[in-house]
């Protein structure tokens, strides 16, 4: 009987503890005022206003950032602080850029434990966090955040660690999730929307910049050049002299004496003569308008006949042009090759089997935007990713279907004026492309054509040919520039009155690379 009685308590423990570690560690659904339970920072810069508000065409309410061009901060301090050392840990939440989001922030941030005596009010941008997580986007920046500050033990110091190429924020007005899942294997998972879109390891160089294990050995700070290092390949040939018959002053063009006038040239006729149909208005002043001259149009005769004017003989290539002369490189005989200082080995290097995270003992928002109407909602910390999911799919999936639908709907009936499913997924598709490490030196600029195309959908396509012309020939130049010597390119954007039927003041954009002699 006593065993009996055993077993059942040992059972109900058992499920106590699932029930338990099933249920979030945080949640905040907003469906009460955040009054009393989050704090708005009283800093004299933070003079954003936060309201508790609907999501647009859905009775489920959020945290509203209700003004534009205004600095937010805001702060939920937690019961018992987080542990992220052990065990998977999920850090989700929802946002919604009711009016789209050309440059601000929508991140969280996830606060360690403060100094004795820390007052919530007083949070702003130097309160030290443990992450960052969440969609920013301005100028050249369009990514899903993912930053882990770490602190060296060798130091005592923090460092901020970024996540290498982070997705890009969908470019849309609908709500989205934003989930990250840390698990106790040193992986991180980013997922928008339950999607996973990008996946990482903390321990790896190639996906955190900078690494959170230090290198080994750095660069002596004290290792300073030799002045007689010569780091020069090649050199003029000292040895070399200019030809006798070398004529640095000769032109590169020259008259074609050989070229003679072709028959039929109207010598006497101009290029453009006045328009014959022209008459001066009835109401033109020739003492305050001046003296009035007929529109000039092209002269009928030239069209039919070889040309009209003065004839003068064509210029070509002058044989005898060589331009300046220089002396031919060759080998240099004391190159050394590149200096570099020697490594001695780091100071701050360390070992490291699991990062040394830093509990979680608040979240906060804080945020500079110049669009108002994003809204944050279902903040969600968990330790099960069924929980997230299950979170997910009853509180953001039926309205995001809602505001598809009606998104459909609106494209429909705007026709070409908005931007279709197609054009969203190219210019996500380029957001990405201009995330590729080899592009970094022109990404400003693509992204630059990037935004100018979002607000004219109509140049999509030439949008996306510009872009992929830029892509394909810096691949170019990577794969075959060691077969021929380094060429260097400038790069320019270029905007034009378009007159294809688009708005007024619509653009035709083009993205122009020239090569450097």
Known sequence: MMGGRALLLLLVSALL?????????LYE?????????????????????????????????????????????IIKELDEPVTLKDGTVVLQFEVRLQNGLECGGAYI???????????????DNETPYTIMFGPDKCGSTNKVHFILKHKNPKTGKYVEHHLKFPPSVPYDKLSH????????????????????????????????????????????????????????????????????????????????????????????????????EAAKPEDWDDEEDGEWEAPKIDNPKCEVAPGCGEWKKPMKQNPAYKGKWHAPMIDNPNYKGIWKPQE??????????????????????????????ILFDN?????????????????????YEVEKEKEKAEEA????????????????????????????????KIIDVIEKGEQQPNITIGILVSIVVVFVTVLFRILFGGKKPAVSYSCQLFYSPCHTGLEENAQLISFACRRLL
Request: charged fraction near 40%; avoid cysteine; glycine fraction near 4%.
């Open 17 to 25: 503890v699932q029930i338990r570690a099933s249920d979030p560690v």
């Open 413 to 444: 009936a705007a026709g070409a004026d908005g931007l279709s499913e197609f054009q969203k997924k190219v210019f996500d598709i380029l957001y990405k492309i201009a995330d590729i490490p080899f592009l970094a030196p022109y990404k400003t």
């Open 344 to 373: 001695i080995p780091n100071p701050e290097y360390f070992e490291l089997d699991k990062p040394d995270f830093d509990p979680i003992a608040a979240i906060g928002i804080e945020i500079w935007t110049m669009q108002d109407g």
């Open 177 to 276: 999730v934003y989930t990250a899942i840390l698990k106790p294997d040193n992986e991180v998972r980013i997922l928008v929307d339950g999607e996973e879109k990008k996946k990482a390891n903390f321990l790896s160089a190639d996906d955190f910049e900078p690494a959170l294990i230090p290198p080994k050995t750095i660069p002596d700070p004290e290792d300073k050049k030799p002045e007689d290092w010569d780091e020069r390949a090649k050199i003029p040939d000292p040895d070399a002299v200019k030809p006798d018959d070398w004529d640095e002053d000769a032109p590169l063009e020259i008259e074609d004496e050989e070229a003679t006038k072709p028959e039929g040239w109207l010598d006497d006729e101009p290029e453009e003569i006045d328009d014959p």
């Open 109 to 123: 941030k996830y606060i360690r434990p403060q100094e004795a005596g820390w007052d919530a009010k007083e949070f």
């Open 379 to 399: 903040i969600l910390i968990a330790d099960d990713e069924k929980v997230a999911t299950s979170i997910l799919e009853k509180t953001w999936k039926p309205k």
């Open 29 to 73: 659904s907003f469906d009460e005022d955040f009054e009393g339970r989050w704090v708005v920072s009283k800093k004299d810069e933070y003079q954003g206003v936060w309201k508790h508000a609907k999501s647009d065409g859905h009775e489920d309410y959020g945290l509203l950032v209700s003004e534009k061009a205004r600095k937010y901060a």
